[in-house]
């Protein structure tokens, strides 16, 4: 067995730590100075002692670390980040804020609220004592992902919640086994690889019979779960060479229908809901289902912070999970390792152009279950950011029928009304890539994400543009996670404009607002930057510039269908009275690990003339 729970053995060890060691400390001092009064002995007195020696030893500890930190802060020539002081010790309203926020609020909105607060882009959140930096500060970003990239990691909290999830897997490793990781992967993204189409177009074909099944019954199709299976049916194609056939299985049905029919229907037909929103009665269903509750289990444990082995002392939520995602990759593995076992004995070598990335892992060491983690984080990275990617597009084109039409005038100009565009076709299509750059802008598929610092350092003084800034390097301790935004800084007015909640895919055809990105490019950043920068551009962009373009040959007509959603996913009334986007947003923005729509994102499509002229 490869998998430990070592989240017990950290908390046993900070329990025997912060707890058990001063107790000792103190029952030993009463041993040596045996107390005159018998008032100490007694057990009545002895354990509201115990409880205010810890109390006090706790306080000095913390004491010691703020002297600690000053020091250290000095000697680095760093001021300290801002912290949020709540009205309650350790922060705890802070946090219940943000637990409760989770339940009404739009996404990020707490955050943002406090920067807007402490006028700041750069905050330390201090829950539970512990240090938690939150930054959306495009100078910080840079350093944390490229300039800085030395200095952090993944980091042990963050490896300690994906544990039982990713395993080994590029997302959840550092240093050697990331390298390799990546350097196995990286000749699957070269221009020759991510250039075909044709596993694009067989599952568009199936798309489109499907979407044309439901227009012709006037039904509102989820695109979210649609969109999930064609990203998931060509990654695994993509990876593995062999498509898991999701858009074979049962679509989920609108909540309008599912309650009209009565709570009975669900076991005659109507499928499942996954944990974001996916139909999942079908064969690979179920490993769908487990892959999804692992992000929103973990997004869980990452919102407890620090202290979320406690909720999890007898149960490893993901155990589960990840058992049936096993159940389902471990034989594609090991069939791999027999096959190449196999052509070795016949003396068989395949040339790397001819290989799947699964076989390619092959090749490079038996450990199947080094093989199973790092096929699971890619499949990760290349079905959920791509089909949030087209998801949000076409909730954009529903709402901007004026953006749509100019969309598919451009289209048809470059590649028909039929035709399956090549690589170099769709690289020319330059109004679809504003509108995927303005998406991609508004709704990051990775709108949040988490490094720790490696030791103490300081970061480069906040970005200037931002009025208050105060022109010093900030102090940033040790083994501390910080968590960047990019949601936050891509809707930034003072980066941005004061249209900066606005989807307007103009500003990237516009000269002075291009020459502005050019020239801070950190202000963008929806691919991460630096040594860890996402390795699928290409690949994802390809992917959904294509389905894009085929999908608007076919369809002139994008059209909201809310009632289908349950009524618990419906943008909040209040919402309406707040600024930004969230006062007009039609859907409710949400995220574990990636960005989803809560509740699918329903709409019905129409048929364009010259689609129905050429039946
Ligand atoms: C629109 C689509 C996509 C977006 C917005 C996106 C975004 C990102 C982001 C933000 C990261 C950094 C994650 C982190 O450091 O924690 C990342 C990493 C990565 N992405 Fe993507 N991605 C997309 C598509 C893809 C696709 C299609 C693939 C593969 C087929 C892919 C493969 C990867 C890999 C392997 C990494 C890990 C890189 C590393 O840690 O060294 N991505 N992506
Ligand atoms: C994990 O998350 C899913 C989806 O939110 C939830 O249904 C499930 O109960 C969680 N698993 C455990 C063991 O708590
Ligand atoms: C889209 O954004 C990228 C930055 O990621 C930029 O290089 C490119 O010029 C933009 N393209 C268009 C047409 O907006």
């Given at each position: 067995m490869r998998y430990h729970p070592q989240y017990r053995l950290r908390l046993a060890h900070d329990v025997a730590r912060h707890i058990m060691l001063p107790s000792a400390a103190l029952e030993a001092l009463l041993v040596v100075h045996k107390p005159s009064t018998r008032v100490l002995i007694d057990l009545k007195w002895k354990i509201p002692l115990f409880l205010a020696f810890n109390l006090f030893w706790a306080i000095l500890r913390l004491l010691f670390r703020s002297w600690i930190q000053a020091r250290e802060a000095y000697r680095l020539g760093g001021a300290c980040i801002p912290t949020v002081q709540g009205r309650c010790p350790g922060n705890i309203d802070i946090l219940i804020k943000m637990m409760k926020a989770l339940q009404t609020s739009y996404l990020l909105d707490v955050y943002?609220?406090?920067?807007?607060?402490?006028?700041?882009?750069?905050?330390?959140?201090?829950?539970?004592?512990?240090?938690?930096?939150?930054?959306?500060?495009?100078?910080?970003?840079?350093?944390?992902?490229?300039?800085?990239?030395?200095?952090?990691?993944r980091g042990n909290l963050q490896?300690?919640?994906?544990?039982?999830?990713?395993?080994?897997?590029?997302?959840?490793?550092?240093?050697?086994?990331?390298?390799?990781?990546?350097?196995?992967?990286r000749p699957f993204f070269v221009k020759d690889r991510i250039a075909h189409v044709d596993v694009f177009e067989k599952n568009f074909n199936r798309i489109l019979s499907i979407l044309l099944s439901y227009e012709a019954i006037d039904r509102?199709?989820?695109?979210?779960?649609?969109?999930?299976?064609?990203?998931?049916?060509?990654?695994?194609?993509?990876?593995?060479?062999?498509?898991?056939?999701?858009?074979?299985?049962?679509?989920?049905?609108?909540?309008?229908?599912?309650?009209?029919?009565?709570?009975?229907?669900?076991?005659?037909?109507?499928?499942?809901?996954?944990?974001?929103?996916?139909?999942?009665?079908?064969?690979?269903?179920?490993?769908?289902?487990?892959?999804?509750?692992?992000q929103q289990n973990i997004t869980r444990r990452a919102r407890l912070g620090y202290i979320w082995p406690l909720f999890e002392l007898f149960?490893?939520?993901?155990?589960?999970?990840?058992?049936?995602?096993?159940?389902?990759?471990?034989?594609?593995?090991?069939?791999?390792?027999?096959?190449?076992?196999?052509?070795?004995?016949?003396?068989?070598?395949?040339?790397?152009?001819?290989?799947?990335?699964?076989?390619?892992?092959?090749?490079?060491?038996?450990?199947?279950?080094?093989?199973?983690?790092?096929?699971?984080?890619?499949?990760?990275?290349?079905?959920?950011?791509?089909?949030?990617?087209?998801?949000?597009?076409?909730?954009?084109?529903?709402?901007?029928?004026?953006?749509?039409?100019?969309?598919?005038?451009?289209?048809?100009?470059?590649?028909?009304?039929?035709?399956?565009?090549?690589?170099?076709?769709?690289?020319?299509?330059?109004?679809?890539?504003?509108?995927?750059?303005?998406?991609?802008?508004?709704?990051?598929?990775?709108?949040?994400?988490?490094?720790?610092?490696?030791?103490?350092?300081?970061?480069?003084?906040?970005?200037?543009?931002?009025?208050?800034?105060?022109?010093?390097?900030?102090?940033?301790?040790?083994?501390?996670?910080?968590?960047?935004?990019?949601?936050?800084?891509?809707?930034?007015?003072?980066?941005?404009?004061?249209?900066?909640?606005?989807?307007n895919p103009d500003r990237w055809l516009h000269p002075d607002r291009v020459a502005k990105c050019v020239a801070n490019p950190f202000m963008y950043g929806p691919f991460s930057f630096g040594p860890r920068t996402c390795l699928g551009r290409g690949y994802g962009l390809n992917e959904a510039s294509y389905f894009l373009v085929r999908l608007l040959q076919h369809f002139d007509e994008f059209k909201l269908h809310s009632e289908s959603q349950p009524p618990e996913s419906r943008p909040r009334e209040e919402w309406k009275l707040k600024e930004g986007r969230q006062a007009k947003e039609q859907i409710w923005p949400a995220a574990a690990m990636t960005l989803f729509v809560k509740g699918g994102l329903w709409m019905r499509l129409k048929r364009s003339d010259a689609m129905l002229e050429s039946l």
């Open positions: 943002l609220d406090l920067f807007k607060e402490y006028r700041c882009t750069t905050l330390n959140l201090r829950i539970l004592w512990v240090d938690q930096i939150i930054t959306m500060d495009q100078e910080h970003v840079k350093f944390l992902l490229a300039t800085g990239f030395d200095k952090f990691w490896k300690e919640r994906m544990e039982t999830f990713l395993g080994d897997g590029i997302f959840n490793r550092d240093d050697a086994i990331w390298k390799m990781h990546r350097s196995n992967a509102p199709v989820d695109v979210q779960d649609l969109f999930g299976r064609f990203t998931m049916d060509s990654a695994s194609e993509f990876l593995f060479g062999q498509s898991f056939n999701t858009l074979g299985g049962t679509l989920p049905i609108p909540w309008s229908a599912q309650t009209s029919k009565g709570p009975t229907s669900s076991s005659q037909g109507a499928a499942h809901l996954g944990a974001k929103g996916s139909a999942t009665d079908d064969t690979w269903g179920e490993f769908v289902q487990a892959f999804e509750s692992c149960e490893d939520r993901s155990l589960k999970h990840q058992r049936t995602i096993r159940k389902w990759l471990d034989p594609l593995v090991s069939s791999a390792l027999e096959d190449k076992k196999a052509a070795r004995r016949m003396g068989v070598i395949n040339a790397l152009q001819e290989k799947t990335l699964l076989q390619h892992l092959v090749d490079s060491t038996d450990d199947l279950a080094l093989i199973r983690d790092q096929l699971l984080s890619m499949l990760l990275a290349s079905r959920d950011s791509t089909a949030v990617l087209i998801t949000y597009t076409c909730y954009f084109l529903a709402l901007h029928p004026d953006v749509l039409q100019r969309l598919r005038a451009e289209i048809i100009e470059h590649c028909g009304p039929h035709g399956s565009p090549d690589y170099d076709t769709l690289l020319q299509l330059r109004y679809l890539r504003a509108v995927i750059n303005e998406t991609l802008r508004l709704f990051p598929p990775v709108p949040l994400n988490i490094r720790e610092s490696r030791a103490d350092c300081t970061l480069p003084p906040a970005d200037p543009t931002y009025a208050t800034g105060d022109h010093t390097p900030l102090y940033m301790p040790g083994g501390v996670n910080i968590v960047w935004l990019p949601m936050l800084l891509h809707r930034n007015p003072v980066l941005w404009g004061p249209d900066a909640d606005e989807f």
